[in-house]
C-alpha cells in the first residue's frame, strides 16, 4: 500500500498558508463523498505542486495523520499522469477516516479526472 519507491519531494508539495489561500480563492473545486479537490493552474510547463487539508474533524491526530499519509500516496503514485503548472489541494472530508485506501484512490482518481489533471 504504502511504498517509497517514488519519492513525492516536499519540493512538490504546497505548505504555505498563503499558497492555500490562493487555491481556495481562485481554484476549481470538484467535491465527492469523502474529498473535495481544489485545482489552480499557475504556471502552464512547470511542476504541480499539492498539498492537504485534515481538520480536527476527521478525528485524533493518528487518523489524521494516517488519512494524510494515504492522500499524499495516492498523488505520489499518480505523480507522472498529473499535468504541470497546478496547485492542488485535497481536502478530506469526515468520512475518510473509515474509508479504505482503495475508495480513497477510486474518489481521488474520479474527482481528478473531472478537474481535468490527468494526463490523457
Not at 475508495?103 to 489533471?117: N, T, V, Y
Request: glycine share 8%; no cysteine; net charge positive.
Amino acid at each position: 500500500m504504502l511504498t517509497q519507491k517514488f519519492a513525492f519531494p516536499k519540493s512538490r508539495r504546497l505548505i504555505r498558508p498563503a499558497e492555500f489561500d490562493a487555491v481556495k480563492k481562485g481554484g476549481q473545486v470538484q467535491r465527492g463523498k469523502l474529498m473535495m479537490l481544489s485545482v489552480l493552474v499557475v504556471e502552464p510547463g512547470k511542476t504541480f505542486r499539492a498539498g492537504f487539508v485534515t481538520s480536527r474533524k476527521i478525528g485524533s491526530a493518528v487518523v489524521r495523520n494516517r488519512v494524510r499519509r494515504r492522500l499524499r500516496d495516492i498523488v505520489r503514485k499518480h505523480q507522472h499522469e498529473i499535468v504541470g503548472g497546478k496547485w492542488i489541494v485535497t481536502i478530506a472530508r469526515v468520512h475518510s477516516r473509515v474509508a479504505a485506501y482503495r475508495e480513497l484512490e477510486d474518489e481521488w482518481l474520479r474527482l481528478a479526472g473531472r478537474a481535468s489533471i490527468l494526463a490523457p
